[in-house]
C-alpha cells in the first residue's frame, strides 16, 4: 500500500511540473490510434509532408472523408478572419481556458512562477509552440476582455510556428496582426480590450470548438467556411481520399464536357471502360496527383459520392 501511495505521489508531482499540461502518458493513451512518430510532449506528429499535401485539399472532400467514417464533431464554421483568404493548416496545439476564479488563479500563477512561466497565462501556451503548430484555443466564446493575443503576441506565433490560430475568443490589433504576411487568426471577433478574468486550465489536452472535438496533434485545415480538425490517425487517408475525389471531380467534368461519357455513367459504379479513361487522364495531366489501378480501386471501394 505504501509503495502504491509513492508511485501515486510522484505521478502527481509530475504532472504538476509540467503545468497544465496533461501527462504524457494520457495523451498518448488518447490518441493510442496514432502509430507514428510523436513529439516529446506525446502528441502525434503528422509528417511535414502530410501538412504539405493538406494545403492542397479542399475543406468539402476532407469533410466528406471524415463523416463518410463516423467522424461527425470535426468542423466549425462561423468565424472571423484576419484574412479572408491566408488559410491555417498544421498540427493542433491545443489550449483550454476558463473564466478565472481569484482562489485557482492564485494557485495556477504560484505555480507558473515557480516553473519560471513570464507573463499572464495566455502567453504560456506561445512558450511550447513549434514550426507547424497551429495554436487551437478554448475559451468559452469570450469577446471583450477575451483577446487572447494581439499584435505583439500574434508575432512571436507566427514567428515560432509559420501558421497561425484558432481560437474560440477573440483578438485585439487587428491592423496590427493583418501586417504579419501570412498569418491568419480565425476568432469570434475581434475587440480592443485587454485580456482579463481568464485563465489557462488546460495546455496539450483534449478540447471542444464549438461543436468540434480536438485533440492535440489533429491536422487542422482550414478554408473561409470554416476550420476542420483532422484526427491524426486518420490525416494520410483523409488527404488521400481528398485529393482522389478531386481529381475525379475534375475528370468527371471533362468527360461530361466531352459528352464521352454521360452524367448517368459518371455518377454511378465505374465500368472498366471509365477506369481505363480515368488512368489515362491523370498520366496526361502531370499537375494531378499520380493514382495508380491498385490505388484507385481502392478509392473506389469507399464510395465517396
Given at each position: 500500500m505504501k509503495k502504491r501511495f509513492v508511485v501515486f505521489l510522484?505521478?502527481?508531482?509530475?504532472?504538476?511540473?509540467?503545468?497544465?499540461?496533461?501527462?504524457?502518458?494520457?495523451?498518448?493513451?488518447?490518441?493510442?490510434?496514432?502509430?507514428?512518430?510523436?513529439?516529446?510532449?506525446?502528441?502525434?506528429?503528422?509528417?511535414?509532408?502530410?501538412?504539405?499535401?493538406?494545403?492542397?485539399?479542399?475543406?468539402?472532400?476532407?469533410?466528406?472523408?471524415l463523416d463518410n467514417e463516423g467522424y461527425k464533431h470535426q468542423f466549425e464554421g462561423n468565424w472571423k478572419m484576419v484574412h479572408d483568404d491566408v488559410p491555417v493548416v498544421g498540427r493542433a496545439m491545443t489550449a483550454r481556458y476558463l473564466p478565472s476564479r481569484p482562489d485557482v488563479d492564485q494557485q495556477v500563477k504560484e505555480r507558473g512562477r515557480i516553473e519560471g512561466r513570464k507573463g499572464n497565462t495566455n502567453a504560456w501556451p506561445i512558450e511550447v509552440l513549434q514550426k507547424g503548430d497551429v495554436y487551437v484555443a478554448e475559451a468559452f466564446g469570450k469577446i471583450a476582455q477575451g483577446t487572447l493575443i494581439g499584435d505583439n503576441l500574434g508575432t512571436s506565433i507566427f514567428t515560432k510556428t509559420g501558421t497561425g490560430v484558432i481560437f474560440d475568443g477573440s483578438v485585439r490589433d487587428l491592423s496590427g496582426l493583418a501586417k504579419i504576411p501570412g498569418f491568419n487568426a480565425f476568432v469570434r471577433d475581434f475587440h480592443p480590450s485587454f485580456i482579463d478574468g481568464v485563465l489557462l486550465m488546460g495546455l496539450n489536452t483534449p478540447i471542444r470548438i464549438g461543436g468540434a472535438v480536438v485533440m492535440p496533434g489533429d491536422l487542422v485545415i482550414s478554408e473561409r467556411e470554416g476550420v476542420l480538425f483532422i484526427p491524426a490517425h486518420m490525416a494520410e487517408y483523409v488527404v488521400g481520399m481528398a485529393e482522389f475525389i478531386a481529381v475525379r471531380d475534375r475528370f468527371s467534368k471533362d468527360m461530361l464536357k466531352t459528352e464521352r461519357f454521360n452524367a448517368g455513367q459518371?455518377?454511378?459504379?465505374?465500368?472498366?471502360?471509365?477506369?481505363?479513361?480515368?488512368?489515362?487522364?491523370?498520366k496526361k495531366h502531370p499537375e494531378e496527383p499520380p493514382i495508380t489501378r491498385p490505388e484507385l480501386e481502392r478509392y473506389l471501394q469507399k464510395r465517396t459520392w
Open positions: 510522484s505521478f502527481l508531482v509530475s504532472a504538476a511540473a509540467v503545468a497544465q499540461t496533461i501527462p504524457r502518458e494520457e495523451l498518448i493513451f488518447l490518441t493510442a490510434a496514432w502509430k507514428g512518430e510523436r513529439f516529446k510532449d506525446g502528441r502525434p506528429k503528422v509528417p511535414d509532408a502530410l501538412v504539405e499535401r493538406a494545403k492542397k485539399i479542399g475543406i468539402e472532400e476532407a469533410w466528406q472523408v459518371i455518377d454511378n459504379q465505374w465500368t472498366e471502360e471509365i477506369k481505363t479513361s480515368f488512368l489515362e487522364w491523370v
